[in-house]
């Protein structure tokens, strides 16, 4: 059975870091096809992807917050941990993290409940 | 950057009824890296299609997809009132970043 689950700070201040956990089960991020996801979604608004991480520790990042974000991951433990430096009002929003098949076909099959994080002073 | 344009932004239909989303890409997309995935108020997306036109685990038959080059649609046959729901399409071909389209909010009447 596939779980993964968010964790990480409600509340962050303008210009902190923050740092978010996702942690999984059901398969190993060191097999190949296995990805980690991370997608955003601001209070009404659309999904956004934001970055991945592969099993061969191959990473991407959307072009738009390329110089903020860090993805990274802890195969022993099971984790992949985002970081987003320089918080902004404009980055309140639920994050997601969801595994990634990258194979023949490509997708996120399973996604964790998110973590929302408000961005205030 | 490939850009996903979905319509109608909102479709409100009857029980019963069949709804057609469509989701059409700025350049052409593999069939291969199309997916589709449902998300219920307060609650995270779920995966309903990828490829294209197949079916994820547990995914009733009503459910079907279609579609190639840049025209893809999500079609959603006898309606049932869980299907409440926003729909995003998502294209996960050539090189990140893997966009989203902006997502059909689907109303039963």
């Known amino acids: 059975q596939v779980t993964l689950t968010e964790s990480g700070p409600a509340l962050v201040k303008p210009t902190q870091t923050l740092t978010l956990t996702c942690t999984f089960s059901g398969f190993s991020l060191s097999t190949r096809g296995m990805c980690v996801s991370w997608i955003r979604q601001p209070p009404g608004k659309a999904l956004e992807w934001l970055a991945r991480i592969d099993w061969d520790n191959s990473r991407y990042y959307t072009t738009s917050l390329k110089t903020r974000l860090t993805i990274s991951k802890d195969t022993s433990k099971n984790q992949v941990v985002l970081t987003m430096t320089d918080m902004d009002p404009v980055d309140t929003a639920t994050y997601y993290c969801?595994?990634?098949?990258?194979?023949?076909?490509?997708?996120?099959?399973?996604w964790g409940q998110g973590a929302v994080v408000t961005v205030s002073s | 950057e490939i850009v996903l344009t979905q319509s109608p932004g909102t479709l409100s239909l009857s029980p019963g009824e069949r709804a057609t989303l469509s989701c059409r890409a700025s350049?052409?997309?593999?069939?291969?890296?199309l997916a589709w995935y449902q998300q219920k108020p307060g609650q995270a997306p779920r995966l309903l299609i990828y490829g294209a036109s197949s079916r994820a685990t547990g995914i009733p038959d009503r459910f079907s997809g279609s579609g190639s080059g840049t025209d893809f649609t999500l079609t959603i046959s006898r309606l049932e009132p869980e299907d409440l729901a926003v729909y995003y399409c998502q294209q996960s071909g050539g090189s990140p970043p893997y966009t989203f389209g902006q997502g059909t909010k689907l109303e039963i009447k």
């Open positions: 350049q052409s997309v593999s069939s291969d890296y």
């Open positions: 969801a595994r990634f098949f990258w194979g023949s076909y490509r997708y996120n099959d399973y």
